[in-house]
Nanobody, 125 residues
């Protein structure tokens, strides 16, 4: 049984930083895409950052230069370093894993097969 478990969310002031982690178990990643989505109340789930198994990354324009996605050596750990946080970054953040390459599925939530339970990030002004 595949499980993705996020941690590291919390409340920070504008300009602050947080580091999210995601631990994947029961999952043989291979060349599959992993990434982070977020969903704010009343809004659709949106893709934030994605990483191929070889380390190639993709970012939403809204987070470029502020967020950095990385993975552990065993590639079953995923991280999201979030700097210069803004109130509009407030959302539930979800770790997700696909069964395809990021070049094909990045930013498309319906193409991700596995999801974590989410971790809340709140940024106050």
């Amino acid at each position: 049984q595949v499980q993705l478990v996020e941690s590291g969310g919390g409340s920070v002031q504008s300009g602050g930083s947080l580091r999210l982690s995601c631990a994947a178990s029961g999952y043989t990643r291979g060349d599959d895409c992993m990434g982070w989505f977020r969903q704010a109340p009343g809004k659709e789930r949106e893709g934030v950052a994605f990483i191929e198994s070889d380390g190639v990354t993709k970012y939403a324009d809204s987070v470029k230069g502020r967020f950095s996605i990385s993975q552990g050596d065993a590639k079953n750990m995923l991280y999201l370093q979030m700097n210069s946080l803004k109130p509009e970054d407030t959302a539930m953040y979800y770790c997700a894993a696909a069964r395809w390459w990021c070049t094909t599925v990045a930013f498309v939530a319906r193409d991700f097969a596995y999801w974590g339970q989410g971790t809340q990030v709140t940024v106050s002004s």
